[in-house]
């Protein structure tokens, strides 16, 4: 489950980073790359040697949006791009612009599993983000970054950076990063952001086996998608809900929120198809956990059943026995001071006297070894005996086996 962390990290900086854009932000994935990627490769160096800086910064943001729209379909376009960024912003420098750039740079390393260095551009963009903190100027506003400029880029970075400890099985540095991206985001009014955040920071804790610490995400990431009105968020947190029960084994809990998360994924096609494919895969184990329970369950309620049925007849024989005992008289040349034998102690005393042991009459009989043991005893009691040796040799005597 962690790899799901690629995906939630760019979604938290893209997100972040929507009012650090000059103008309105827009789905760079939807424009024609083609036509933009032509109009940046007529930018020859003379012609951006004599370039003004109006003209650069256009130029720079072009290079921007292809960094961007590229991104999640062609890594190595992005980081060309976000380097022909650099190459305009840098000598300038326009930290807005080096920090975005390096931090993409980060993301590709970081998606190829390179996490040292994706840490180097990840602490490049960071000091960047500093200077923008320290007063550095923006190349359309001589006063500086606008703090909530600053603020975006700090909370994209440390959601990347508490990406990269997750990654790196470094909890607790990935737990201080995310908590200093969401102070930003709660400062902010950041709600989607925060919701997907704690939703990120729940799979975590799942992954970590920390169930409590899961549900309290969970419940957060709830909060916030509820605050932000974003429906697809609140249905992503009802997938958390349901793989958190799944985990705890409370299947009955889980597989409703699974359901509702499925309706909306069906009805929705387009909006989280690999959440969806998640989503079922979580559905058939759930389902695949019942279906052993049940099993499970009937087993037992069948070994149940057995016991008491057995249980009956045992005092069913029992019944029956005590109701058609009859005192056998003792032969003619046994003593008078020896009571009949009942059938059951006739019984045992034949077994005894072939040699069975206490456990094995009980098996033959179906009785307790206790209960032969006490028919034991009162048979040894009635021939005034002192041991099971001499029991026999008196019944032998008397002609009884």
């Known amino acids: 489950m962690r790899k799901c962390l690629l995906h939630i990290g760019l979604t938290i900086t893209v997100s972040a980073l929507m009012s650090a854009v000059a103008g309105a932000y827009n789905d760079h994935r939807g424009h024609n790359l083609d036509s933009l990627e032509r109009v940046v490769a007529k930018w020859t160096?003379?012609?951006?040697?004599?370039?003004?800086?109006?003209?650069?910064?256009?130029?720079?943001?072009?290079?921007?949006?292809?960094?961007?729209g590229y991104n999640p379909i062609n890594g190595e376009k992005s980081v060309f791009y976000a380097r022909k960024a650099l190459s305009i912003s840098r000598p300038r420098g326009w930290m807005a612009s080096n920090a975005d750039a390096y931090r993409y740079i980060g993301l590709q390393f970081y998606g190829h599993e390179e996490y040292d260095s994706a840490m180097v551009y990840y602490k490049a963009a960071l000091t960047c983000v500093d200077s923008?903190?320290?007063?550095?100027?923006?190349?359309?506003?001589?006063?500086?970054?606008?703090?909530?400029?600053?603020?975006?880029h700090y909370s994209a970075l440390y959601g990347s950076i508490g990406n990269l400890y997750n990654m790196m099985d470094s909890i607790p540095q990935a737990m201080h990063y995310y908590e200093k991206a969401s102070e930003l985001f709660d400062k902010n009014g950041s709600n989607e952001s925060n919701s997907i955040l704690w939703y990120n920071i729940g799979e975590t804790w799942i992954d970590e086996g920390d169930m409590r610490k899961a549900k309290a995400a969970y419940d957060k990431a709830m909060e916030y998608a509820e605050a932000s009105g974003d429906s697809l968020m609140i249905v992503d947190v009802w997938k958390?809900?349901?793989?958190?029960?799944?985990?705890?084994?409370?299947?009955?809990?889980?597989?409703?929120?699974?359901?509702?998360?499925?309706?909306?994924?069906?009805?929705?096609?387009?909006h989280a198809p690999n959440f969806r494919t998640e989503n079922l895969d979580y559905m058939q184990t759930v389902l695949s956990r019942q279906k052993?329970?049940?099993?499970?369950?009937?087993?037992a309620l069948a070994g149940l059943i057995l016991l008491a049925v057995g249980i009956f007849v045992g005092r069913r024989r029992k019944k029956a026995a005590a109701g058609t005992s009859q005192?056998?008289?003792?032969?003619?040349?046994?003593?008078?001071?020896?009571?009949?034998?009942?059938?059951?102690?006739?019984?045992?005393?034949?077994?005894?006297?072939?040699?069975?042991?206490?456990?094995?009459?009980?098996?033959?009989?179906s009785l307790s070894t206790e209960t032969i043991r006490w028919y034991r005893k009162k048979l040894i009691e009635k021939f005034d005996v002192s041991n099971t040796a001499s029991l026999v040799y008196a019944a032998k005597e008397y002609g009884l086996i």
Do not use: W
């Open 327 to 365: 005192d056998v008289p003792a032969p003619s040349g046994a003593p008078q001071n020896i009571p009949g034998l009942s059938a059951r102690e006739m019984e045992i005393l034949d077994l005894i006297a072939k040699g069975y042991t206490a456990p094995q009459i009980a098996e033959a009989l």
């Open 240 to 270: 958390g809900y349901g793989r958190l029960y799944m985990e705890e084994g409370k299947t009955c809990k889980s597989l409703p929120y699974l359901r509702k998360a499925d309706a909306y994924y069906a009805a929705h096609p387009n």
């Open 45 to 68: 160096p003379d012609a951006i040697d004599r370039a003004s800086t109006g003209e650069l910064i256009d130029l720079n943001n072009a290079c921007r949006d292809l960094m961007l």
């Open 132 to 152: 923008m903190a320290n007063g550095a100027v923006s190349p359309t506003d001589t006063v500086g970054y606008p703090q909530h400029v600053i603020d975006d």
């Open 292 to 299: 052993l329970q049940l099993g499970r369950l009937a087993g």
